[in-house]
Nanobody
Framework: VQLQAFGGGSVQTGDSLRLSCEVS????????VAWFRQAPGKEREGVASIDNDYGLDYYAESLNGRFRISTDNTKKQVYLQMNNLSLEDTAVYYCALKSGAYLSLRTPYTYWGQGTVVTVSS
């Protein structure tokens, strides 16, 4: 299984940005894809997750509803729509995959993409 994240860039506070994660290879029948991020000098944190079967999603509480995760199963892509970006959203964003349907961001994810950088400036 391979994951490739792209769509990062430099934006200003209040802007929106959409990240994409392309999933390829022999994926399990049921799996969850999640977005994580790691800001400079901070630990990696989970952002959002979605399952490939029912499209159920889960979000970190700290996002206050600004982000939305979605999936296009025909293309095997997972998106992260980020709205009203703030300086604190600056980070390297990673997508990751695990088998099953448990949406938790705290359990181990097996496969990881290489990350895409999001920089928010004022």
């Amino acid at each position: 299984v391979q994951l490739q994240a792209f769509g990062g860039g430099s934006v200003q506070t209040g802007d929106s940005l959409r990240l994409s994660c392309e999933v390829s290879g022999a994926t399990p029948d049921w799996y969850v894809v999640a977005w994580f991020r790691q800001a400079p000098g901070k630990e990696r944190e989970g952002v959002a997750s979605i399952d490939n079967d029912y499209g159920l999603d889960y979000y970190a509480e700290s996002l206050n509803g600004r982000f939305r995760i979605s999936t296009d199963n025909t293309k095997k892509q997972v998106y992260l729509q980020m709205n009203n970006l703030s300086l604190e959203d600056t980070a390297v964003y990673y997508c990751a995959l695990k088998s099953g349907a448990y949406l938790s961001l705290r359990t181990p994810y097996t496969y990881w993409g290489q990350g895409t950088v999001v920089t928010v400036s004022s």
